[in-house]
């Protein structure tokens, strides 16, 4: 990961509103408020400040990047925007962490028929099967890697709530690189309550900050089908998804099959 560079080296790096250093990677036409959401992006990906920690304020940041606290405003609006930092009125600007109840389904857009994500409570996790491997061509060209090398790949069934039973309806597989992901096993996944996103931040280091989905209609074979508890002629929802971290590095492969029986997927568009 790229290193955090130091505040007297920051602090040159961005000389003044009307003229910032050439010494910047970002391109010299970039906006100033968006060489400083750079450098704090630099700063949130070497860990300088964790996930549910607070960052210094507009005023400490503006003093440290010799800018105006408008222009550290701006940079921190779009990074909220962007759900990387949580603003609390009274309280500062917080690095936004999967635990966060807004946050914590950021990439699930699957949403109940009745009710909401909230009312509807957390889903139960049954683990398949899980087991070190070495990535295939396909695995490896999604996830950054090369052909061969480690990763970890999961199986699990979610299930969700429906008038008080739990209905088995998403069934997916997820491959996450070995080395970032260095002594996780299906087990400890298995026995974590709590969001997997979240469980990465606290004992991984690694924040997954965006993510990319491709969706099409598809029929499951026998075991997808019984996995799921469906005839096998129910047509499901498939959704792919690569989750990245800090500086779009690829974290995670997800591959899932959606049951649209109590559920259906929602995304806001603007």
């Known amino acids: 990961m790229a290193q955090t560079p130091s505040t007297s080296a920051e602090a040159s790096s961005v000389a003044t509103e009307s003229s910032p250093s050439p010494a910047l990677s970002t391109p010299a036409f970039s906006p100033l408020y968006q060489q400083i959401k750079g450098l704090i992006l630099q700063s949130l990906q070497a860990g300088e400040w964790k996930p549910g920690e607070s960052i210094p304020s507009e005023m400490e940041l503006a003093a440290r990047y010799r800018v105006s606290q408008g222009t550290v405003r701006k940079a921190i609006d779009e990074l909220a925007a962007e759900n990387l930092l949580l603003r609390r009125q009274g309280k500062g600007t917080f690095v936004a962490t999967h635990a966060e109840q807004q946050v914590r389904y950021r990439f699930l857009k699957l949403m109940p028929d009745h009710g909401s994500v909230d009312t509807e409570g957390p889903a139960q996790r049954h683990i398949v099967d899980g087991k070190r491997l070495r990535a295939n061509a396909d695995v490896a060209r999604l996830l950054g890697l090369r052909t061969g090398d480690a990763v970890l790949q999961v199986r699990r069934v979610l299930s969700f709530s429906s008038n008080g039973v739990f209905v088995p309806t998403i069934l997916e597989d997820l491959w996450l690189p070995g080395v970032p992901f260095k002594g996780l096993t299906a087990e400890r996944l298995a026995d974590d309550r709590g969001p997997m996103y979240a469980m990465f931040e606290a004992e991984f280091g690694i924040r997954m900050v965006r993510a990319e989905e491709k969706i099409r209609a598809v029929m499951p074979d026998a075991e997808q089908a019984a996995l799921l508890k469906?005839?096998?002629?129910?047509?499901?929802?498939?959704?792919?998804?690569?989750?990245?971290?800090?500086?779009?590095?690829?974290?995670?492969?997800?591959?899932?099959?959606?049951?649209?029986?109590?559920?259906?997927?929602?995304?806001?568009?603007?």
Do not use: F
Not at 240 to 264: C, F, K, Q, W
């Open 230 to 270: 469906l005839p096998p002629q129910t047509p499901l929802l498939s959704v792919e998804r690569i989750a990245y971290t800090y500086n779009d590095v690829p974290m995670e492969l997800r591959r899932g099959l959606y049951s649209t029986a109590t559920h259906h997927y929602r995304n806001e568009l603007s």
